[in-house]
């Protein structure tokens, strides 16, 4: 199967690329630097530049991964965020119709929140994916742990792998509850929905577990790498049924798993001989 990926450079779309090359002939797209002979140049913003790519590689499937995704920088620059994620989202939508794929989005539970500028540019880009013809499917995520090729992205697992590596303590949040999402997860589910004909759904890729940053970093590291207080006051908190998605004959996880694969993916990327701080 050809698999355009959008944001291929990005922290998800960098995973989605990797794992996905083996079984498929992925084209990597990013509006970054392209020397890299494995990227192709595509600005979801350009809507002449995204038919223009997307016509000359027909790709089955758009896995549309580019955002803007820090939600202080959308606050900042509202249009901005509604230019890259909602309108770029309709560039790809537009070129995916013209050649007949189908598109699988890659989302977030925050699109659900109108209250911040990145739920509601997220909410308008999964209504433009409603119109893809062939057919599409909405991964809605959390906030994600997990490694990845991009180990440049200040996403929070990179964070806990800094602080695994050096021995320096950070500061996580300990007031907002949200039900995480592993890597792994979100890969396995991609997977398998690639492997089946799109229905037009959202689903909510999460573990089974609600928790905090805190408890994520404390569990993984250990209290000498790990010091506590309330940062994020007013994020929403969204509860999701835990066995929806095994309902639908799709993969889940709990959150001891997750914690699990963490583990395993901080020591794969650990020098040798560092010492396990991390706990049992």
Not at 38 to 51: G, M, P, S, W
Not at 172 to 179: P, T
Not at 229 to 245: N, P, S
Not at 248 to 264: D, E, F, S
């Amino acid at each position: 199967m050809n698999v355009l990926i959008t944001g291929a450079r990005g922290y998800l779309g960098a995973l989605l690329s990797a794992a996905l090359s083996g079984s498929h002939d992925v084209v990597r797209t990013s509006r970054g630097d392209i020397s890299n002979s494995l990227f192709q140049y595509l600005d979801v913003t350009d809507a002449d530049c995204v038919k223009r790519v997307v016509a000359a590689t027909v790709p089955d499937v758009i896995i549309h991964a580019a955002a803007m995704a820090n939600l202080s920088v959308c606050e900042a620059n509202p249009e901005a965020a509604f230019l890259v994620n909602a309108e770029g989202t309709l560039n790809v939508v537009q070129a995916a119709n013209e050649v007949g794929a189908r598109v699988l989005f890659i989302s977030t539970l925050a699109a659900s929140n109108p209250s911040i500028v990145y739920g509601r540019s997220k909410s308008a880009a999964e209504e433009h994916v409603k119109h893809v013809r062939m057919g599409h499917e909405i991964v809605q995520l959390s906030m994600t742990f997990g490694l990845s090729p991009n180990r440049a992205s200040r996403r929070p697992f990179n964070k806990m792998l800094e602080s695994f590596q050096t021995g320096k303590p950070r500061i996580y949040d300990n007031a907002w509850l949200f039900q995480p999402t592993c890597t792994e997860h979100v890969i396995a589910i991609v997977r398998q929905l690639l492997c089946r004909p799109f229905e037009g759904r959202r689903l909510a890729v999460t573990v089974d577990k609600r928790c905090t940053m805190y408890d994520i970093a404390n569990d993984l590291l250990g209290p000498a790498l790990v010091k506590g207080t309330a940062l994020y006051r007013d994020r929403e908190v969204v509860c999701i049924e835990a066995d929806h998605l095994s309902r639908l004959g799709l993969p889940t996880m709990t959150y001891a798993t997750m914690l699990q694969r963490m583990r395993i993916q901080l020591l794969t990327c650990a020098p040798d001989g560092m010492p396990n701080a991390m706990p049992a």
